[in-house]
Nanobody, 124 residues
């Protein structure tokens, strides 16, 4: 059973940058996929980005082109989400997720493991 723990969320201002971290309790397999989703108040959870644990391939939501970067830190069993040029509409709880297999899925139902989430608030 993999446990995922997110950290790094906080209150920031429009235009700021922020890095979120997700640490896995056990080392993911090279054939696992890690992802970030987010859920804004009153909205459904949505896909943000995914990456194979090997780091070779990534997939991003159309809503974050060029502003967000997902990466893996193998030595720390961690996945980062680097966010820049933050906007108020990026305000949400950000969740880390993991699944076996190399499909960079954007579907919630494809992911087996989830963290508890970390709050990001972007003030205008």
């Amino acid at each position: 059973q993999v446990r995922l723990v997110e950290s790094g969320g906080r209150l920031v201002h429009t235009g700021d940058s922020l890095r979120l971290s997700c640490t896995a309790s056990i080392r993911p397999s090279s054939t696992d996929t890690m992802a970030w989703f987010r859920q804004a108040p009153g909205k459904e959870r949505e896909f943000v980005a995914a990456i194979t644990w090997s780091g070779g391939r990534t997939n991003y939501a159309d809503s974050v082109p060029g502003r967000f970067t997902i990466s893996t830190i193998n030595s720390k069993n961690a996945v980062y989400l680097e966010m820049s040029s933050l906007k108020p509409e990026d305000t949400a709880v950000y969740y880390c997720a993991a699944k076996p297999g190399l499909l960079l899925s954007a579907y919630i139902s494809d992911y087996d493991y989830w963290g508890q989430g970390t709050q990001v608030t972007v003030s205008s």
